[in-house]
């Protein structure tokens, strides 16, 4: 009993996965994943501990590999390029091109300690896609006053609260102006009195039209700013639709008693 997992939009999507399976060992950690999302949608995926979702989410910038299926963005295959009948590994300089135009924020903030918070968040522009360091530093101004940290500039990561190292880390990954923005459950790290920071920024993003894959258990979160949200489980998307739907009216099993634990 599992709703279409196709958005309602005839536009071609940002994102497709097909059948995407992946192993680690022995273990089957995504089960066939199936799943589109359209330019400026936020989807959010729900699921208990070791359902696949962050794996998920790094198979899509390609720091998991997968065993079979592909996932495109745009037109292009992430990770993988056709070579006659089967796909073969990019090389890493493509990859890196690849992951230049998705944004990802993980649970922990990653921050280079000895680094101030404006350096942070030109660092990649600066040394990977060798931009100007005026010009990067201008941008990385807008950003940092974007996520409400414009009088932190010359703060070290050890001066900062969590949530704020974590807003310094969501300015970061769009100094590279990313497509696509991918979030790994980004609050699970914070004292909760700083999740609604975050979670702030995130819907300020959101309006914006950025595109957005979120990994979370913030349900609240998830009913207020997800245009659709995924349930998974066993490494399958079971259930998939509008906070509404899923959320209110789940029509799969494995939901509801999810849902009826976590509400």
């Known amino acids: 009993m599992t709703t279409s997992t196709t958005t309602s939009t005839t536009a071609s999507p940002l994102l497709r996965a097909e059948a995407v399976h992946k192993y680690f060992g022995d273990h089957h950690v995504l089960r066939g994943i199936d799943l589109d999302?359209?330019?400026?949608?936020?989807?959010?995926?729900?699921?208990?501990?070791?359902?696949?979702?962050?794996?998920?989410?790094?198979?899509?910038?390609?720091?998991?590999?997968?065993?079979?299926?592909?996932?495109?963005?745009?037109?292009?295959?992430?990770?993988?390029?056709?070579?006659?009948?089967?796909?073969?590994?990019?090389?890493?300089?493509?990859?890196?091109?690849?992951?230049?135009?998705?944004?990802?924020v993980f649970q922990r903030f990653n921050l280079f300690p000895h680094r101030t918070a404006l350096q942070n968040v030109i660092e990649g522009p600066v040394q990977v896609r060798r931009e100007n360091p005026k010009t990067a530093r201008e941008r990385g101004v807008r950003l940092l006053e974007r996520v409400g940290l414009g009088d932190k500039f010359d703060a070290y990561p050890r001066q900062l609260s969590g949530g704020q190292q974590q807003r310094v880390a969501i300015a970061r990954a769009l100094a590279m102006e990313p497509q696509l923005m991918l979030f790994d459950e980004p609050t699970s790290a914070l004292d909760p009195e700083l999740v609604g920071e975050v979670l702030t920024v995130m819907k300020d993003l959101a309006d914006s039209g950025l595109t957005m894959i979120v990994v979370t258990h913030e349900i609240g979160f998830a009913r207020e700013v997800a245009d659709r949200v995924a349930f998974m489980d066993g490494g399958r998307i079971l259930e998939i639709g509008s906070p509404a739907d899923v959320l209110d009216a789940p029509r799969h099993p494995r939901t509801r008693t999810f849902l009826s634990r976590v509400l």
């Open 37 to 104: 999302v359209a330019r400026g949608e936020v989807l959010c995926l729900l699921g208990p501990s070791g359902s696949g979702k962050s794996t998920f989410l790094r198979c899509i910038n390609h720091l998991e590999t997968i065993h079979s299926g592909r996932i495109w963005l745009g037109d292009e295959t992430i990770g993988y390029r056709q070579q006659g009948a089967r796909l073969v590994e990019r090389p890493e300089r493509e990859i890196v091109r690849q992951r230049r135009t998705m944004g990802m």
